[in-house]
């Protein structure tokens, strides 16, 4: 099967490199680099070991990226992961995989949603009280404003829209977003060297004990060790690169293509290491994490201007993996639909639709209706998410690894650096995240509620089946 064999009518093809690496940085970054840059420097003891760590954490990552760009290359087909899986491993698997795939995507959509919704209620409610002033109520502690939920609602309606009028400008609205981020790292930059000193990365080494967080090392090394474990849920969302892969346009270089993961996991690193490095240059870091949302905060005390313009740009940091992940939810669900693993319902009806109707109604429901939960709703589901997608990897690891026997005169533009050393070391290292999720001694373990939701989503995955099949069956009669 060759890169130009698989075409359907209704998919425009009209993603450039550029597009492919915009939507995959946009998905990862987002706006935990604004939020938690504190917490990771308390976590890991420092400035130093939480940089270190997210440069660990990326080159660890490296072998999976190039797994999805050696499979996504050979066979560039929208929610291609449901496709590898199904061809090695069968359908009930491509099932379970594609099913848990899309859980740690769809939660992203109305996470994002909720931020949102969240820094209206907040940092934008200190300078702007009345936004805060019609309080709906109170779910989970967290109260529900009008003014921020109708804010948020509007700004994802852009997203909607801009998915609605297809894959090119989705594309165009990512590639904004991308240039924001980076016009907000640059900011940081440029507050680092007017106002930074790299005598506040000392002491090395601190351990910190904070209301938000605390070290969790007793030494440099276990203190990188500690954020590492946590640096693969801020890696999350290089994956919607190769599930758009079918609207490469004509001509696309294959094999930069492959690189293009790797790259966009190598630029968020360098993106989280200069955003630690100049926010915690600003002032001694150990003063620096005493305060809540510490990069903001920072900020304002030096340039009020500059926190408010860093405020507007992590609303728009907020959108960018939004748009990302409607646009790759909707291509595991055409996948899982072509597979006959969903109703085909979610299958395009058009020569010129992208995606069904019944897939933007799903989305968008999960957009407009987050911002009435609470902030506190989705907390549990980021490390469920995390979990998720961390097996997504590593089956499309063992696919590849077997279709490298199975196929091996499948044409690869790209393949993995290494061959099949390469492709083990990103199933160890798949397996090893999983495992580090799953044990209960280990910093990165899921609590009671977030088993309690994985089991919850696993239960309606097979009801769905189920129904599914019994349907199919009622049909054949």
Known sequence: MSVDSVKQKNISKTLTLWNFFTIGFGAIIGTGWIFLVGEWIIISGGPIPAMLAFLLGALLLLPIG?????????????GGVIEYVDRTYGKTVSFITGWLLLLSNIIMCPWETIAVSTLFGTLFGDMFPWLRSIRLYSILGADVYLFPV???????????????HGPKAAAKAQSFLTKALLAGLLLAIISAFDKGSLANWQPLFLPVNESTAHTQGTSLWTGIFALLTV??????????IPQQAEEAAQGLDWHKFGRI?????????TFYIICIAAFSSLIPWTSFVKQPLAALACLKHINFNLYFLMLCITVLGALGPMNSFYASSSRILLAMARKKQLPVAFLPSGHTQAIAKS???????SIVLAPFLGSNMLLPLTNVAALTFMFSCMMVSLACYKMRSSEANLYRPYKVPGGKTGISAACYISFLIIAAMLLPVTSASLSKTEYLLLTGWTALGLLVKSLHLYKKNKDCR
């Open 150 to 164: 109708l804010i948020a609602l509007c700004l994802s309606g852009f997203i909607i829209r801009q998915n609605l």
């Open 359 to 365: 897939t933007h109604i799903l989305l968008s429901t």
């Open 66 to 78: 190039a797994v999805f760009g050696e499979l996504t290359s050979a066979l560039p087909i929208d």
């Open 261 to 269: 993961i790797s790259l966009a996991l190598l630029s968020a690193a």
């Open 231 to 240: 640096t693969p849920f801020f890696y999350t969302g290089f994956d919607t």
